[in-house]
């Protein structure tokens, strides 16, 4: 069984982007939470679809790299398990 993953609905949180890091507003509660480069691409990756962790990877490996050797799954593990902590990605089985 596959974990999918995806954003909630944008009427739960705002991003604001500049200079590749951003800031996190939570609607409902009012906390704000500044975001690395990669946590933003990956909240505006799952914005757009519904991905499986090594997707993802894939994904933000075409169109942003952190260094030469690319993006790591433990990487992406771990900004998955903060942006579903705060509540603004979900877990979907397949």
Known sequence: MAILWSAVS????Q???WDGEGV??????GDTHLLNPIAVH???TLNDRILELNELVE???KSF?????GIST???SKIL???FYLGVISKLES
């Open 42 to 44: 990956v909240l505006l």
């Open 24 to 29: 996190l507003y939570l609607t409902e509660s």
């Open 81 to 83: 398990a903060e942006l």
């Open 74 to 76: 433990d990487t992406i």
């Open 15 to 17: 991003l604001e982007e």
């Open 65 to 69: 790299h952190s260094n030469s050797e």
């Open 10 to 13: 944008s009427d739960l949180f």
């Open 59 to 61: 994904q933000l490996n």
